[in-house]
């Protein structure tokens, strides 16, 4: 009985000190680990619910459209409370291929600020259908197709 | 069991000091993200609420080019604004649209209170000659986005201008 006990109980092991230790290390580097991992994806999805909440208080506006020669000037404006970033632009005619956007985009449009999106290719002020612009928040977009001012 | 230790009770007082620290610290740094990515978001619905009630009219403009159009040359736009609405206003651009598209951007500071009329002026060495007898439309925009002062360019008075 007594060796049988001491086979099961004298083994040697790590000092409780050491194992001690040896937990809390383990505990602190998961915790860690744990913490590093929550901060990166939280943060990511902060950001990006962020800047769809930016959205829901973002606008663009149209306020003239200028035909001048083959060239067309679209002038937009941003009344809205967080800045707009123009993605692309579409200049349609009644007939005839479209307008070429020669704006770089992305264009950023800051809060009450107004910008100039350009076009070569204008139809003729008759022959102007509609000119659309995009923007990188999801379903902000506007579409002029009221009277251009030509020259 | 003859092992010496540190006895229950100072043992549970660690273990609760850990861990209302470990809260505090999380708390902390989960209410810092979230108030201020909430607090922006308050802070432009109370501006768009005060701006409801703002309301700006532009009564005259004038246009100086000083002989010249050249770049260098000092080129004045002076503007009487005036306030009808319920807030207090800070015009923050002047923007020129000519007839041919162009657009251009100046520069405005300064403040307009309830029913006041100011005289707004911004010189400009830049060259004015898409400017001069060209202009289609002046805007002129708040720190309330939402709020825009036109005047026609018809109504500008044209001062020395080539």
């Not at chain 1, 602190?28 to 990166?40: Q, Y």
């Not at chain 1, 009344?79 to 200049?91: Q, Y």
């Not at chain 1, 139809?123 to 197709?145: A, H």
Request: neutral net charge; hydrophobic residues 40%; proline residues 4%.
């Amino acid at each position: 009985m007594k060796e049988i006990q001491k086979k099961r109980f004298g083994k040697k092991g790590l000092e409780p000190f050491v194992a001690d230790i040896l937990l809390i290390i383990i505990g602190i580097s998961i915790g860690g680990l744990l913490l590093s991992f929550s901060t990166g994806f939280t943060g990511e999805h902060l950001e990006q619910t962020s800047s769809l909440l930016n959205c829901t208080v973002a606008e663009l506006s149209v306020t003239d459209v200028y035909l001048v020669g083959n060239k067309a000037s679209v002038i937009v404006r941003n009344p809205g409370r967080s800045s707009v970033v123009i993605s692309s632009a579409k200049l349609y005619h009644k007939s005839g291929p479209e307008g070429i956007v020669t704006t770089a985009f992305p264009l950023v449009v800051p809060i009450s600020s107004l910008r100039s999106v350009e076009f070569v290719g204008a139809p003729i002020c008759g022959n102007f259908d509609n000119v659309q612009i995009f923007t990188s928040c999801p379903g902000l977009s506007v579409r002029y197709s009221g009277s251009p001012k030509c020259s | 069991m003859r092992s010496k230790g540190v006895s229950p009770l100072v043992a549970t007082t660690i273990l609760i000091i850990i861990a209302v620290s470990l809260s505090y610290v999380i708390f902390n740094w989960q209410s810092f993200s979230i108030g201020s990515f909430s607090s922006s978001f308050e802070t432009a619905t109370k501006e768009k609420l005060q701006c409801q009630r703002a309301s700006l009219a532009v009564f005259s403009a004038s246009y100086n080019c000083n002989t010249f159009c050249d770049e260098g040359t000092a080129h004045t736009i002076s503007l009487t604004l005036h306030n009808p609405g319920n807030i207090i206003l800070n015009p923050r651009s002047i923007y020129l649209k000519n007839s041919t598209g162009g657009l251009f951007e100046l520069s405005a500071s300064g403040e307009l209170g309830l029913g006041q009329t100011l005289i707004f002026q911004n010189v400009s060495t830049a060259s004015c000659e898409g400017i001069s007898q060209k202009i289609d439309e002046i805007v002129v925009t708040t720190d309330c986005p939402e709020v825009v002062g036109i005047l026609p360019g018809s109504s500008i008075s044209w001062v020395s201008c080539p």
